[in-house]
């Protein structure tokens, strides 16, 4: 009778401390998960912010810049110059809620002693839309660009 044993295999203890280790990994790879679920819905967010944004800016290009719609209201088919702060609403897309603000601001005016003194020739436009639950402002999109007529004007 041997009373040495030969027997191999894992100790109670080598069986744990692997568990614990393999949990330690598994944690972390669950936690990159997360992560990652999260920068995807930032950027289908991001995505969605940025048609919304496009198809606002090219909805005001279709807008002839003329003596009819430079004075008129955004609401009502014009580029009106809006107040600093802009026009803000929110608008839904793919289920999903986005804050748009719309601010036109006139860059230059007719000159003095001219036929529509006053009335301004250029125009600047910045759309920006914002995801309704965004944390930083790297979620917001921005799109500028500037309208201007034929007529000469002044800064």
Do not use: C, H, W
């Not at 790879?29 to 969605?48: K, P, V």
């Not at 036109?104 to 001219?114: A, C, G, R, Y």
């Not at 759309?127 to 002044?154: K, M, W």
Request: proline share 4%.
């Amino acid at each position: 009778m041997d009373l040495m044993r030969n027997d191999k295999g894992f100790t109670l203890l080598e069986a744990a401390i692997a568990l614990v280790i393999l949990l330690i990994i598994g944690l972390g790879i669950a936690s990159l998960f997360t992560y990652a679920l999260g920068a995807n819905t930032r950027a289908d967010d991001r995505e969605l912010a940025m048609t919304i944004a496009q198809k606002r800016m090219e909805s005001l290009r279709t807008i002839p810049f003329n003596t009819q719609t430079r004075m008129l209201d955004i609401s009502v088919g014009g580029l009106k110059a809006t107040l600093p702060e802009g026009v803000t609403e929110t608008v839904e897309n793919a289920g999903r809620s986005f804050i748009v603000n719309t601010q036109i601001q006139d860059m230059s005016v007719v000159p003095l002693n001219e036929p529509d003194e006053g009335s301004p020739t250029s125009k600047s436009i910045r759309i920006s839309v914002t995801p309704a639950g965004a944390t930083t402002s790297f979620e917001t999109v921005i799109l500028n660009t500037q309208r201007s007529t034929q007529v000469v004007g002044i800064n």
